[in-house]
Nanobody, 129 residues
Framework: QVQLVESGGGLAQPGGSLRLSCAAS????????IGWFRQAPGKEREGVSC????????HYADSVKGRFTISRDNAKSTVYLQMNSLKPEDTAVYYC??????????????????????WGQGTQVTVSS
């Protein structure tokens, strides 16, 4: 059973930084995609970024490109989302999600939320002065 646990959310000032963590366990394969999503009140869930273990690619939504960086620590089975230059519009609950893939899968961009099989519980990020 795949389990995902997010941490690192909190309150940040505009222009500040936060780093989210997604600790993953229970994978039966070495090949998967971890994605970060966010959902603000009254809005649809938005794909923010994803990282693939099959081709090592990383992908970002245009709204966060150049400000957010996704990375992974294989030894810790953890994926990070470094969020810099935060804006009030980044305020949302952030979720990580996992999708099992084949070894030869090529990820072309941010994968939509309905493709993912497993979800974490979410962590609140609030950007406010």
């Amino acid at each position: 059973q795949v389990q995902l646990v997010e941490s690192g959310g909190g309150l940040a000032q505009p222009g500040g930084s936060l780093r989210l963590s997604c600790a993953a366990s229970g994978f039966t394969s070495d090949y998967y995609v971890i994605g970060w999503f966010r959902q603000a009140p009254g809005k649809e869930r938005e794909g923010v970024s994803c990282i693939s273990t099959s081709d090592g690619s990383t992908h970002y939504a245009d709204s966060v490109k150049g400000r957010f960086t996704i990375s992974r620590d294989n030894a810790k089975s953890t994926v990070y989302l470094q969020m810099n230059s935060l804006k009030p519009e980044d305020t949302a609950v952030y979720y990580c999600a996992a999708l099992s893939i084949d070894v030869d899968t090529v990820v072309a961009g941010v994968i939509p939320h309905f493709e993912y099989d497993y979800w974490g519980q979410g962590t609140q990020v609030t950007v406010s002065s």
